[in-house]
C-alpha cells in the first residue's frame, strides 16, 4: 500500500501549501477520506497512516463497512440521502454532508431523538445549478435555518458544496467565494444549534482551490486510493 503513503504525502503538502498562502494553520483542514468503493482490506491498510475521517455516499456501503474498519474513525456521510435510510445510519456516522430538505432534517432529529444523539449534519448548497446536483439554493436556506431552528436533535454545524468537475479547477473558485460569503453571513445568528463551524468543499480536482477560498473540510477520494473502479 505504498502508493497511498505516497498519495496521503502529497495530498498533505498540498494542503499544508495551501494553507501557507492564506497564513492557515492546516491543522484546522480535516481531511476526509473518500473510501467509496473501496475494498475495506485496502482501507483498513490505509488507516495505518493517521487517516482520521472517512467518507462514503451510500447508506448500504456505511451499513456493510462498519464493523469492517478496525480502527476508531468519524464516519461522514457525504452522499445523498433518501428519508427511509435514515434509520440505518443515524447510529454510526458523526457528520451527514448532504441535508437539503426540511423533511430529510425532521427525519433525521426524529430518528435522533430515538436514539438520544444530537446529529450534526451540514446543508448541502447548489450554488452553480450548472448540473443536476443535490443541494438547495441560497435563497432556500434561510426557511430551512429557521425549520431546523426549532429542532432539538438536530444540530448545524455547517456548509456543504460540490462544484461541477471542471478540467481546469480555477473555474470553481467563484463557487468556493459564495459558499465562504454565504457561510460568514449565517455565522452571526441566534440559534443555539446552528454553528458555523465547518465549510466542506473541494474533492481530489479542486480541494486546493477550496483550501484558498476556506474549506475547512476537503473530501479526497481518487487522490489517496487512486481510480475508483465501479465495475465490482
Ligand atoms: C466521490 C465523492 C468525493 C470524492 O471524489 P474524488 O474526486 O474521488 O476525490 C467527494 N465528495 C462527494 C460528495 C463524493 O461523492
Not at 155 to 170: D, F, I, K, S
Request: hydrophobic share 40%; with cysteine.
Amino acid at each position: 500500500m505504498e502508493y497511498i503513503k505516497e498519495n496521503l504525502d502529497l495530498v498533505r503538502e498540498n494542503i499544508k501549501k495551501a494553507c501557507d498562502r492564506i497564513n492557515k494553520d492546516s491543522d484546522d483542514i480535516v481531511l476526509v477520506a473518500v473510501t467509496k468503493t473501496i475494498d475495506e482490506m485496502i482501507v483498513n491498510e490505509s488507516l495505518k497512516y493517521d487517516i482520521t475521517d472517512i467518507g462514503e455516499n451510500k447508506v448500504q456501503e456505511v451499513q456493510r463497512k462498519y464493523d469492517l474498519i478496525e480502527k476508531p474513525v468519524k464516519w461522514h456521510l457525504i452522499g445523498h440521502l433518501q428519508r427511509n435510510k435514515v434509520k440505518y445510519i443515524i447510529d454510526k456516522v458523526d457528520l451527514i454532508h448532504s441535508v437539503d430538505s426540511e423533511r430529510l432534517a425532521e427525519e433525521i432529529n426524529k430518528k435522533a431523538m430515538g436514539i438520544n444523539k444530537v446529529m450534526d449534519i451540514l446543508i448541502q448548497l447548489n450554488i452553480s445549478k450548472e448540473e443536476t446536483k443535490f443541494g438547495l439554493e441560497r435563497k432556500e436556506l434561510d426557511e430551512l435555518i429557521l425549520a431546523i431552528s426549532k429542532m432539538s436533535n438536530v444540530r448545524v454545524r455547517g456548509l456543504m458544496t460540490m462544484a461541477p468537475y471542471y478540467e481546469n479547477p480555477e473555474e470553481a473558485r467563484w463557487i468556493f467565494k459564495k459558499m465562504k460569503e454565504t457561510f460568514e453571513e449565517l455565522s452571526n445568528n441566534d440559534y443555539n444549534n446552528i454553528q458555523m463551524d465547518y465549510l466542506s468543499m473541494g474533492m481530489t480536482n479542486d480541494y486546493i482551490v477550496a483550501i484558498e477560498e476556506g474549506a475547512n473540510i476537503v473530501r479526497v477520494g481518487t487522490g489517496i486510493y487512486g481510480a475508483r473502479d465501479y465495475s465490482k
